[in-house]
């Protein structure tokens, strides 16, 4: 038995998807590809993959709206995502439970998400995904039991751990006010050298520390408590989701004070660890990491692992937008895969495998040995973008047997060869009668437009070699090849042979570089 989490993070939908992110602008050779509607590619490409691979948990991990937007502009970015949602949930198919979609999605808040200077700077976010689990709903009143933080799904075997780290947000410095004050009365000095001082004093007022409450830590310390009285829960997974790293360096700092009935992330995590947690997966740094974390002093060392999630961007890095995909083993063969769009399928391509408990790094996919299996041939069939004219039932368990064509070649000469179109038999397929030494230029029926990140591996069918038919093929196909494979045919034997149109005639690998 294995789960299958997908972990999405920053979308920063509203004018983050024009004018970019920090500054940063979108990526315009990628939007000539995609378009600028991630949220539909998004959903395209979790289709294209889960078809048969079901999804057991989608987690999105904060940064839905961009920061410096009105709240009137958070509300539309919030207002398209729930329709993104809403639409995913219509198909059924690739989700595990599909009687239970909502208890199976989990959505939390990142700090572009909350609406400064209000008394509940996520009011707006907590009315807007209440359907969805989060780390303010006190009761699933589905299928995962308990409340927030913590909510256990018995039918993973799974405990979820949904940790806000953004609820102290937009917070006040105190002292901040006062200097202000005594700033304004100051009647002496340069008056634009005053205002500068004032302006940037003004920006002080306001801090985004990422922070845990002390109710969040106690909720969470006693529900785990419950836990373990319960006596239940031992072979359940368990792993903690928030929008910021929990181990980041800055809770140890003097700013960490300024905020009352708050704790740093990682007085949270050392609680966790001591509870079994071993998966902490966070997104905010825009980047990929997988930090294997063992405390040594404690009697029994187990390996936990904090994975950091890329940004859904469309950025001006020459980079596609990225997922992590998390599936858990009974047998503690765990992997962590890190995905992302790819441009020309818009469909997902695997950049990283990582196995926590057995081999770290990477397995080598950049070396070009990343071979497409059987569930994803089938989608390039149904796209019909690198291979058009092909046929499902010729998709083995990771290759495609390729189909003669009825066009062929006759050599007139040992330098000319003349057009043939095969002519159909009374009874039957047609076909190619070879006599004794004769050769043929024959071609495929799928015709192919191999994208640049893409090697294709060609090898002849093995029972044309007992008839006695000597395949001259290339066993390498080259990125950026396009059209139909052609190649000469020979029959090896003292007595004529026939080949019929449409058999199997060579098979090919896909390999992703």
């Not at 439970?97 to 707006?124: C, E």
């Not at 304004?184 to 050298?193: C, L, V, Y």
């Not at 003669?404 to 076909?431: H, N």
């Not at 139909?484 to 026939?498: M, R």
Request: glycine content about 6%.
């Amino acid at each position: 038995m294995s789960e299958n989490i997908v972990i999405i993070s920053d979308f920063h939908l509203g004018s983050g998807n024009d004018k970019g992110v920090y500054g940063t602008a979108p990526n315009d050779q990628l939007i000539d590809h995609i378009g600028i509607d991630k949220l539909h590619i998004l959903k395209r490409a979790l289709e294209k993959r889960y078809r048969n691979d079901k999804i057991d948990l989608l987690v999105f991990l904060g940064d839905y709206a961009t920061g410096r937007d009105s709240r009137e502009e958070k509300q539309k970015s919030y207002s398209e995502f729930l329709t993104f949602l809403e639409d995913l949930e219509s198909v059924t198919d690739i989700f595990r439970y599909p009687d239970h979609i909502q208890d199976h999605i989990i959505v939390l808040p990142g700090n572009h998400d909350i609406q400064r200077m209000q008394q509940d700077v996520l009011k707006d976010f907590k009315f807007s995904f209440s359907k969805y689990i989060n780390p303010f709903r006190k009761s699933s009143g589905g299928v995962c039991r308990l409340g927030a933080p913590v909510f256990v799904y018995d039918d993973l075997k799974m405990l979820v751990a949904c940790v806000s780290t953004v609820n102290h947000s937009s917070t006040v410095v105190t002292e901040i006010p006062k200097v202000i004050e005594l700033v304004e009365n100051i009647k002496n000095g340069d008056a634009k050298s005053k205002e500068d001082a004032l302006s940037y004093l003004r920006s002080q007022q306001v801090k985004d520390i990422p922070t845990v409450d002390f109710k969040t830590h106690d909720n969470f310390v006693q529900i785990c408590n419950e836990i373990n009285e319960a006596d239940e829960y031992k072979e359940y997974r368990k792993i903690v989701v928030s929008h910021h790293p929990l181990i980041s360096g800055i809770e140890h700092s003097l700013a960490l004070k300024e905020y009352h009935n708050t704790i740093g992330g990682f007085k949270l995590l050392e609680a966790a660890l001591n509870y079994g947690y071993n998966y902490f997966l966070h997104g905010h740094i825009h980047d990929f990491s997988c930090i294997e974390l063992i405390d040594h002093s404690r009697d029994q060392s187990i390996p936990a692992f904090h994975v950091g999630v890329p940004d859904f961007i469309i950025s001006s890095r020459e980079e596609e937008p990225k997922i992590v995909e998390l599936n858990l083993t009974d047998d503690n063969k765990d992997t962590i895969r890190l995905l992302r769009i790819d441009a020309i399928t818009q469909g997902f391509k695997e950049d990283k495998f990582i196995m926590p408990n057995g081999t770290l790094g990477d397995n080598g996919l950049a070396a070009g040995d990343f071979t497409l299996v059987d569930y994803e041939i089938e989608q390039l069939i149904k796209d019909s973008v690198i291979m058009k004219n092909a046929d499902s039932s010729r998709i083995e368990a990771a290759s495609y047997d390729c189909a003669l064509s009825p066009c062929y070649k006759r050599a007139s000469s040992s330098y000319m060869w003349e057009d043939a179109l095969l002519e159909p038999e009374t009874e039957g397929a047609a076909c190619i009668i070879l006599q004794p030494n004769e050769t043929v230029l024959i071609y495929t029926e799928e015709e192919f437009d191999v994208p640049q990140d893409m090697l294709l591996h060609a090898s002849p069918i093995s029972s044309w070699a007992r008839k006695g038919l000597r395949v001259e093929i290339s066993h390498f196909v080259d990125p950026g090849f396009r059209g139909v494979f052609c190649f000469p045919v020979t029959n090896i034997t003292d007595h004529e042979l026939s080949i019929n149109s449409y058999d199997p005639i060579m098979s090919i690998e896909f390999v992703r570089l």
